[in-house]
């Protein structure tokens, strides 16, 4: 577990507080929220009827369903309130952390999180996680205070941009999908440009066979900043 969400900007951007010391067993490291990287929610409330139109695929044999919503690291925050107290202390670090240890709380990393799309996921008849719908783009229900993040493996990464369309299209051999490259250009963050550019680099490794397609995408994307950033 990374963190848990402790505020919103919109609909699709969540702030999550990391666990800090003490907190969970095994406190999160920088590279588990680093730039780009992508986490999941789990969505408390699901209304099934209303999510089931916008699978891309979701086979009808499913068995007591966990919906996710994911989303992508595009920022950090430090907060520090000790900043600009640049006075004399009675008591040094290592006592403040003993006497005054809410003191230390105070100190908090935040990560902001944008909203990419869902998966649902429900276990097969060994008991292993299976993926058995997705879609990309805005999440219909909000996330809840005191959710919990946690980061995806390449594996799930993976199942989340691995597409196959309905049984009645006659297309049944699954294909890369970025659904949510339009949802992204809309925002107006400076940042994210640079985090759809660290989403391809890690789409190539984990699809080699799409390597040519991704490329195109990447060059255009490059040629997009490097013209908005001359103006």
């Known amino acids: 577990m990374l963190g848990k969400i402790v505020k919103s900007d919109s609909h699709i951007n969540y702030v999550c507080q990391i666990h800090g010391p003490h907190e969970v067993e095994d406190e999160p490291a920088p590279v588990d929220y680093a730039f780009g990287r992508f986490v999941r929610v789990a969505i408390r409330t699901r ?10 695929y979701a086979p009808e044999n499913r068995q007591e369903p966990t919906s996710y919503a994911v989303g992508v690291i595009y920022d950090t925050i430090l907060l520090n309130p000790a900043f600009g107290s ?12 003993l ?7 105070e100190k908090a990393v935040l990560i902001y999180i944008m909203m990419l799309g869902m998966v649902e996921i429900a276990p097969d008849a060994g008991g292993n996680a299976n993926v ?3 879609t990309h783009g805005i999440p219909l229900v909000s996330l809840e ?27 049944q ?24 550019l660290r ?17 195109i995408v990447k060059r255009n994307f490059a040629w997009r900043l490097k013209v908005e950033t001359t103006g």
């Open 132 to 134: 058995v719908s997705v």
């Open 47 to 56: 209304p099934a009827e209303q999510l089931d139109s916008l699978f891309a």
């Open 86 to 97: 640049l006075g004399p202390r009675l008591s040094n670090e290592s006592q403040v952390e």
């Open 173 to 196: 051999q699954r294909y890369l999908h970025m659904g949510y490259l339009p949802h992204i250009l809309t925002q107006r963050s400076s940042l994210l440009p640079m985090v759809t």
């Open 145 to 171: 205070l005191g959710s919990e993040v946690e980061t995806m493996s390449d594996e799930e990464v993976s199942a989340f941009h691995y597409f196959r369309d309905p049984v009645e299209s006659g297309r």
């Open 99 to 105: 006497f005054s240890p809410d003191y230390i709380a």
């Open 199 to 215: 989403i391809i680099d890690q789409l190539e490794r984990l699809f080699p066979q799409n390597l040519a397609l991704l490329s």
